[in-house]
């Protein structure tokens, strides 16, 4: 894997300083259906970014912005693994009437565009326009009423690192953590290299700025090691995390765990994760399906890594659960399970959980969401939905590793015919407009197949959905390794 922080600062600072804010109108794809407008994008918006520079080096970003309603950008704060020293955001933005649009803003990374879609007027995906940086990301309205206010409660947490603070290698962790008075104390599991350990973990929540943004801490009791970062409030329920040790690359969240946890998974779920292996940053990522009850665990997923595709694999494991959330996950073979740990779930909910897998080839983390509707067919898909997406191309033009990111409203008819207006940014080749369709399939248990083409070639997508209204996504193209959701409009 490549790792060259300070090549990668030096290639921002270079280039940033030469792109202009608001300079991307022409990333403004064909515009479907919509009633958006720039009324739509008012308030200000959590967003966390993930992504890589061009030379391959990863970077984060975390912060908040504000829309005045009429296309400005009027203030914020920005953190990224470059500078997190609380940057003051502007700029500018076009919304689209399929929810389509752009933002041009300055941030602790310089001028950035970012390409966007709206699911609402309080969610919208992005990925970077800019040909030096490729990421992707999401940005949620945040409750001004919570913006000073430490967060209090159990916060069940996920944070993937693809240069750890602890030792510069990919790290994945998932755990749960107490807070009262801004200390908290709990446990969380770790995959570190593909070393997987359980330590107990405590941590400081500093109160947040008026714009909620805090500073904080996390000690892991089985090294001894902290993890500083940076935090911004959403809401009560909700923060997004950023790492800010030397040299550090990662992010992550946590949510307000609610609901009787203690009874594990039970039901059907849809998932998504990703991470990092031995030949890749990003290298891997899969989607899939499982149902659980009474300790047992079956289903199927579809899982890319390093660009090579295997399609509907079976699952079989066992499970246990614990009384704060914790859910062991064993693989089982002829009615026997396994002794250690294939992954560990941390229960948001009953119907929410995130994880880490305990590889030794990969460190690979996500969320699992409980499938609120059974027998998906052609007509469960019949609306317009935002589409994001992003990863890498494993193989190379010219040399060079390409990046790949994509956004853009998606609309199916209930029928089987699918059309997709996206810009789709590729690091080497740039960003473009495209406008593509052509067909899906959709299974009983919420796995759909999508193929689209235009002139300039095709896309193949499978998706699980875990409702009407949501999916876990996968691209299926050999080479490409990319991954998204989409979302159903409002």
């Given at each position: 894997?490549?790792?060259?922080?300070?090549?990668?600062?030096?290639?921002?600072?270079?280039?940033?300083?030469?792109?202009?804010?608001?300079?991307?109108?022409?990333l403004?794809?064909?515009?479907l259906?919509?009633n958006?407008?720039?009324?739509?994008?008012?308030?200000?918006?959590?967003?966390?970014?993930?992504?890589?520079?061009?030379?391959?080096?990863?970077?984060?970003?975390?912060?908040?912005?504000?829309?005045?309603?009429?296309?400005?950008?009027?203030?914020?704060?920005?953190?990224?693994?470059?500078?997190?020293?609380?940057?003051?955001?502007s700029?500018?933005?076009?919304?689209?009437?399929d929810?389509?649009?752009?933002?041009?803003?300055?941030?602790?990374?310089?001028?950035?565009?970012?390409?966007?879609?709206l699911a609402?007027?309080?969610?919208?995906?992005?990925?970077?326009a800019?040909?030096?940086?490729?990421?992707?990301?999401?940005?949620?309205?945040?409750?001004?009423?919570?913006?000073?206010?430490?967060?209090t409660?159990?916060?069940?947490?996920?944070?993937?690192?693809?240069?750890?603070?602890?030792?510069?290698?990919?790290?994945?962790?998932?755990?749960?953590?107490?807070?009262?008075n801004?200390?908290?104390?709990?446990?969380?599991?770790?995959?570190?290299?593909?070393?997987?350990?359980?330590?107990?973990?405590?941590s400081?929540?500093?109160?947040?700025?008026?714009?909620?943004?805090?500073?904080?801490?996390?000690?892991?009791?089985?090294?001894?090691?902290?993890?500083?970062?940076?935090?911004?409030?959403?809401?009560?329920?909700?923060?997004?995390?950023?790492?800010?040790?030397?040299?550090?690359?990662?992010?992550?969240?946590?949510?307000?765990?609610?609901?009787?946890?203690?009874?594990?998974?039970?039901?059907?779920?849809?998932?998504?994760?990703?991470?990092?292996?031995?030949?890749?940053?990003?290298?891997i990522?899969?989607?899939?399906?499982?149902?659980?009850?009474?300790?047992?665990?079956?289903?199927?997923?579809?899982?890319?890594?390093?660009?090579?595709?295997?399609?509907?694999v079976?699952?079989?494991?066992?499970?246990?659960?614990?009384?704060?959330?914790?859910?062991?996950?064993?693989?089982?073979?002829?009615?026997?399970?396994?002794?250690?740990?294939?992954?560990?779930?941390?229960?948001?909910?009953?119907?929410?959980?995130?994880?880490?897998?305990?590889a030794?080839?990969?460190?690979?983390?996500?969320?699992?969401?409980?499938?609120?509707?059974?027998?998906?067919?052609?007509?469960?898909?019949?609306?317009?939905?935002?589409?994001?997406?992003?990863g890498?191309?494993?193989?190379?033009?010219?040399?060079?590793?390409?990046?790949?990111?994509?956004?853009?409203?998606?609309?199916?008819?209930?029928?089987?015919?699918?059309?997709?207006?996206?810009?789709?940014?590729?690091?080497?080749?740039?960003?473009?407009n495209?406008?593509?369709?052509?067909?899906?399939?959709?299974?009983?248990?919420?796995?759909?197949?999508?193929?689209?083409?235009?002139?300039?070639?095709?896309?193949?997508?499978?998706?699980?959905?875990?409702?009407?209204?949501?999916?876990?996504?996968?691209?299926?193209?050999?080479?490409?390794?990319?991954?998204?959701?989409?979302?159903?409009?409002?």
């Amino acid at each position: 894997m490549k790792s060259k922080s300070t090549v990668f600062a030096l290639t921002l600072m270079a280039i940033a300083a030469t792109v202009g804010c608001g300079s991307s109108g022409n990333l403004i794809p064909p515009t479907l259906n919509g009633n958006y407008s720039n009324a739509s994008l008012k308030g200000s918006y959590v967003y966390q970014v993930h992504g890589f520079d061009s030379n391959g080096n990863p970077y984060r970003q975390i912060g908040v912005f504000t829309a005045d309603g009429n296309g400005s950008i009027t203030g914020g704060s920005d953190d990224s693994s470059l500078t997190a020293s609380g940057t003051q955001v502007s700029g500018s933005y076009n919304v689209s009437k399929d929810g389509t649009g752009v933002i041009g803003i300055n941030t602790s990374l310089g001028s950035l565009n970012w390409a966007i879609t709206l699911a609402s007027t309080s969610q919208l995906q992005l990925i970077e326009a800019d040909s030096f940086v490729n990421a992707g990301g999401t940005a949620e309205l945040q409750d001004s009423t919570a913006v000073t206010t430490i967060p209090t409660g159990s916060f069940v947490f996920r944070i993937h690192q693809e240069q750890s603070a602890e030792s510069q290698a990919p790290a994945g962790e998932a755990g749960v953590l107490a807070f009262s008075n801004g200390a908290g104390s709990g446990s969380m599991d770790q995959n570190l290299a593909g070393t997987f350990t359980s330590p107990n973990v405590s941590s400081t929540l500093n109160a947040p700025s008026g714009v909620g943004r805090g500073t904080g801490a996390l000690l892991n009791g089985g090294t001894n090691f902290t993890t500083n970062f940076v935090y911004y409030v959403v809401n009560s329920s909700k923060f997004y995390i950023l790492v800010t040790n030397v040299s550090a690359v990662g992010s992550g969240s946590a949510e307000l765990q609610s609901g009787a946890v203690a009874n594990g998974l039970s039901g059907s779920y849809a998932f998504g994760s990703r991470g990092d292996d031995g030949n890749f940053f990003a290298g891997i990522a899969t989607v899939g399906q499982f149902s659980a009850s009474s300790g047992a665990m079956s289903g199927t997923e579809d899982i890319n890594q390093d660009g090579n595709v295997s399609s509907s694999v079976a699952i079989s494991s066992c499970y246990t659960a614990a009384a704060n959330g914790r859910v062991l996950v064993t693989s089982s073979s002829g009615g026997t399970c396994a002794s250690t740990a294939d992954q560990v779930f941390w229960m948001v909910s009953p119907s929410r959980a995130f994880f880490v897998n305990a590889a030794t080839n990969a460190v690979e983390d996500g969320t699992a969401d409980l499938q609120t509707a059974s027998n998906f067919a052609l007509s469960t898909f019949t609306q317009q939905y935002f589409l994001a997406m992003d990863g890498l191309d494993t193989g190379a033009i010219d040399g060079i590793q390409q990046l790949l990111s994509r956004v853009g409203a998606m609309q199916f008819d209930g029928k089987g015919n699918l059309k997709l207006s996206e810009v789709a940014n590729a690091s080497v080749l740039g960003a473009n407009n495209t406008f593509l369709s052509g067909t899906y399939t959709v299974g009983s248990n919420g796995r759909i197949v999508g193929t689209m083409s235009t002139s300039g070639g095709g896309l193949g997508l499978v998706m699980y959905a875990v409702s009407p209204s949501q999916a876990y996504v996968l691209q299926t193209d050999q080479s490409l390794v990319s991954s998204g959701t989409i979302l159903l409009q409002q």
